[in-house]
């Protein structure tokens, strides 16, 4: 009977884990109550710009930096709950809203910093609270877009069985959200919001302070403290940020994402195969604890307590006529809000387009060449570091013990905002007179590459052991053994990291191409520096004329070159 | 007696390519009473599956209305629970969770939910598995919870898709017995119920009427009263007969389909060929050699362990190549069946080739086609076309694989894979020479 459970609650004692768990969630608790009280202090330019290099302030910035990536992160998830849902069930929607969603995830979400910034201000005239926004706005453009394309995707791909053993049951629609559709999604839903907050460090460290119409704004937070050390030139305070940040990311990880990542593999529809599930320490300590697991019950009751269940007798046969007026009305509604969201979008579409047309024919041709100049430091530095980490990952991969170690560490590293470096390399490359025209592609890699890696790693962690022996009784050489076995077997992972790395690349040359170097300036000749520039002058034209050529750039190589690949990919390389 | 369900002139099409429809279900009538279990039989894709989900309103029909109760509904059968064939459990769930499922809106506190939940969960045998997830059941169980899950809703007509053929067959046999159990002793409050099944045997254990549906589109073609008592003894004469009886009404279905089709709706203008191996069906005919060249189809059956729904596509691929005839449930060798049989791997390539140009005229316009073409090519999607006018599209796709691969065995024409191209083989090498 059901009698085990009870057992369970019988035989409480406080064990240490209770403890370390209290203090945790007390701790936090407390911080977000006091953090969120400096968001709303009155904005000012002088109480903007004051960030101190002092050490001691650190913990309190990277406490107001991931306070940012929280409030971004909910609000990805209730929008790709939202949306992915809406465009799943909604047919004439879907059309619209799928491939709008893969223009915005092409779209360089930096470039757009300024208008949101300016956009957000507005709204708030006298508080920090619009630089707040705006910097939550990047962060969240950045995180939420493959988000909402899993969810979008498991709940087009929700097994038929039970979608109809719901039907038969007679679930409504919230019974359908909360017991299929959330936790059918669940494990891509959890995976791809670790890999979106661990690539928006990077947004967070560059949407925090920036120069807008030539007034700094400096939210208090970890990435103004690197970018007030870096104009200052002061050392010490760079590599005390640096410290911080890898801190940070590794307790997120430790504490908030293995542990998720760990859970939702009861989530799992393939009932077999528990040998190399991942684990998470922090989730063992917390399934360990009495206490949390009390608690956990008793919240959980009482969200079920505050929603009592509909016992409505389920509705009879309704009229037919009756459904079909009430869907023609609907359907009017919805012609008349896409007509709206149109209408609204044409007349900003215009507006942008009259502005760029002012600049004229010979500025536009400018930003496309532009737009090669880092379309081709985009390609050197993908294809740079596609040659390091295809040996160095396979190698890795291949070798099991070594490869449980790494992907992890990969993955940290790939999460790491690299641009806090770039005011240490810029120190270098002005030492010994480097042509920042070439120098800007190593600022690119440093951010991108990791995620060749370690799709390569895991590529090539998946190559069937029977493969691996069989080319080794057919005494394949080395070179067969690459172009036979390890690089057909890993091409569909090269190629998902390689998308993702150029779409990085691109993303990332707003901000590596131009630097600040105590009073100096690098600048390479590239689309980001173009866009950059034009956003600390106020210049609204030219950055939608950057934006638009960069869109349209990225979204070319995306259909051109990408997609056909990763069909290739998925036809002819895929490994069952 | 009462009419539970009623079907009424329901008809089902589905979409093909270039605006056709095709046509799975044409003009059922069926009526299911209180207190009988029917078995719904049929060839695969007769849409046996499809017909009960229109029973149990996941589908709408074509045409045609479903009653229950002599009413209309609209959505899900208010009458009818189901039981899937792949257990369709909630892996996320407890099974205990996944039962109160179908108690959700149930006009119940939350405590007597629990409690009615606890109380079929003991009923079907899984009382000390409240708290695991499916992932810990073995098949067998993971069915109970599925039916557990049905019955907990005590619905007047229980559905069931194939519910023991994900099962190994003793535990397949163990479940039967133990659901035949609750309906006899009357411990579910269940009024009828319909079982959708490939098993032959096994509907003639379980159900008091067979429906026979035949293909193409389904129609009901037969209407088998059982009227044995339960328990039934399968090696007892009349059990026997009436399985033989299904046996050879199945395996005539060819012939039913000839006179049921009206010319107007006969839009299957190409005889296809079932998705069968070359080497399954050699294999087939050998095995029939060595037995003296005539067997009982029911025997065969049993022996190779082979349900009819796997036996049947290769006894009709041998059919249609001429190699045997099938009367009343025995399939016999013709000559060529026999030449066959004994031939060596090279001139059975021979012996295929011919037959296959003789007897599936589909190959033959498709080496027409590539012979007609200077380069002897032609892309696939070509012929996928003009399967897809009599076709459904995913039938066109794998009767063009089916074809496909019986032109690679008898190197009439070859294929491949990456440029999407049929090619014959002899027009390259003519071309190759010419140049």
Known sequence: ????????????????????????????????????????????????????????????????????????????????????????????????????????????????????????????????????????????????????????????????????????????????????????????????????????????????????????????????????????????????????????????????????????????????????????????????????????????????????????????????????????????????????????????????????????????????????????????????????????????????????????????????????????????????????????????????????????????????????????????????????????????????????????????????????????????????????TATTNGNWAEISLGIAVMSIFVILINRLLWRPMYRLAENKFHLE | MVNLIEVRNVSKDFDGANGHHFRVLSDIQLTVQEGEIVALLGPSGSGKSTLLRIIAGLVSPTNGEVYYRDRLFSGANPGVSMVFQSFALFPWLTVLENVELGLRYAPLTRAAKRDKAIEVIDMIGLDGFEGAYPKELSGGMRQRVGLGRALVMAPDILLMDEPFSALDVLTAENLKRDLLELWQMGKIPTKAMVLVTHGIEEAVYMADRAIVLSRDPARVSHNLSIPLAHWRDRKSEPFTRLVDELYSIMTQQKEVRAILQEPAQATRKITTIPNVTAGAVTGFIELIDDLGGKVDLYKIGETLLLDLEDLLPIVETARIFGFGTVTSGDFELTGIGKRLADATVLERKTIVRDQALKCVPLMERILWVLESKRNGQMPREFFLEILQNSLGKDEAEEQLDSIISWGRYTELFAYDEDSKLIYSEEAETRETRAE
């Open chain 1, 1 to 532: 009977m059901y009698r085990w459970l009870m057992q369970i609650r019988l035989k409480q004692k406080i064990g240490w884990p209770d403890l370390v768990v209290v203090v945790l969630i007390a701790g936090t608790l407390y911080a977000v109550l006091d953090l969120g009280k400096g968001m709303v202090e009155p904005f000012s330019v002088q109480a903007a710009s004051t960030i101190s290099l002092d050490p001691k302030y650190l913990p309190y910035y990277a406490g107001r930096s991931l306070l940012r990536m929280f409030i971004a992160y909910l609000l990805s998830l209730a929008f790709t709950l939202a949306y992915g849902r809406f465009a799943a069930y909604h047919k004439t929607a879907e059309k619209v809203m799928i491939p709008a969603l893969d223009i915005l995830q092409s779209v360089p979400v930096l470039g757009f910093l300024s208008i949101t910034v300016t956009g957000f201000l507005a709204l708030f005239p006298h508080t920090m609270l619009g630089a707040e926004f705006a910097s939550i706005f990047a962060i969240f453009t950045s995180q939420a877009w493959n988000m909402t394309f899993s969810f979008y995707h498991s709940l087009t791909v929700l097994p038929n069985d039970l979608k109809e053993a719901a039907k038969i049951n007679r679930l409504r629609t919230w019974a359908q959200f909360s017991k299929l559709e959330v936790p059918f999604s669940m494990i891509g839903l959890v995976w791809n919001s670790m890999m979106s907050f661990g690539g928006a460090w990077f947004f967070l460290a560059a949407s925090e302070s920036i120069t807008v119409l030539h007034n700094h704004i400096q939210l208090p937070g970890i990435g103004s403290y690197m970018a007030e050390a870096i104009a200052q030139g002061n050392i010490p305070a760079q590599m005390y940020g640096i410290l911080t940040m890898v801190i940070v990311i590794v307790a997120v990880d430790q504490l908030a994402w293995r542990p998720l990542v760990a859970w939702s593999q009861k989530f799992k529809l393939d009932q077999n195969d528990e040998k190399d599930a991942p684990t998470s320490w922090f989730l063992q300590l917390l399934r360990r604890s009495e206490w949390v697991q009390q608690a956990f019950g008793a919240l959980a009751n009482a969200i079920v307590a505050m929603f009592p269940m509909r016992t409505k007798p389920l509705p009879q046969v309704a009229a037919a006529n009756d459904l079909k007026r009430r869907k023609q009305v609907w359907r009017w509604i919805w012609i008349l809000i896409w007509a709206l969201v149109m209408l609204f979008a044409l007349r900003y579409l215009w507006a942008a387009f009259n502005d760029i047309a002012k600049l004229g024919l010979m500025q536009i041709l400018f930003a496309v060449k532009m737009g090669f100049y880092t379309f081709l430091r985009v390609s050197v530095a993908t294809v740079l570091g596609a040659l390091w980490t295809v040996p160095i990952g396979v190698a890795i991969g291949l070798n099991a013990r070594l490869s449980r170690i790494a992907q992890p560490l990969v993955q940290v590293f790939s999460s790491f905002p690299f641009n806090l470096f770039f005011g240490l390399i810029a120190m270098i490359y002005t030492a010994f007179h480097i042509n920042f025209n070439w120098g800007a592609i190593p600022l690119m890699m440093l951010g991108t590459q990791w995620y060749i890696l370690f799709n390569v790693i895991a590529g090539a962690m998946a190559i069937p052991s029977s493969l691996k022996e069989a080319s080794l009784i057919l005494r394949l050489t080395l070179v067969q053994r690459w172009k036979t076995l390890i690089l057909p077997a890993i091409f569909p992972y090269l190629v998902t990291g390689l998308i993702t790395a150029s779409g990085g690349a691109w993303n990332a040359s707003i901000v590596a191409e131009i630097i600040n170097w105590k009073q100096k300036t690098l600048t390479a000749n590239g689309l980001g520096s173009y866009i950059a």
